[in-house]
């Protein structure tokens, strides 16, 4: 399960333990942002993409000063990369026979 942030991710641990489920046994989890204190801190750890905050942040006050002294053309789709931080809350899914 991919989910949006590991806010997210936190309740989806305690949907899925509520159901009787494991992590990552039963599901892998994976979070986006890498909230350190929270995603270190779920059992298992939760393995999540991190999000490089003053990269955007440089980026977007850039592209602003651009836009608002008319030399930047609006850019409908920026891609910044993740790194992956790899936890222990993904697995490989189980072979079926």
Do not use: K
């Amino acid at each position: 399960m991919f989910c949006f942030n590991d806010r997210i991710a936190s309740g989806a641990y305690q949907a899925i333990r509520a159901r009787g489920l494991t992590i990552p046994g039963d599901i892998s989890i994976v979070g986006f942002d890498d909230q350190e204190a929270l995603a270190e801190g779920m059992d298992p750890p939760l393995t999540t993409m991190a999000l490089r905050d003053e990269a955007m942040g440089r980026w977007a006050v850039l592209r602003l000063l651009d836009l608002l002294d008319g030399t930047g053309d609006p850019e409908p789709v920026h891609r910044a990369p993740c790194r992956p931080v790899l936890r222990a809350s993904h697995e490989p899914p189980p072979s079926t026979p």
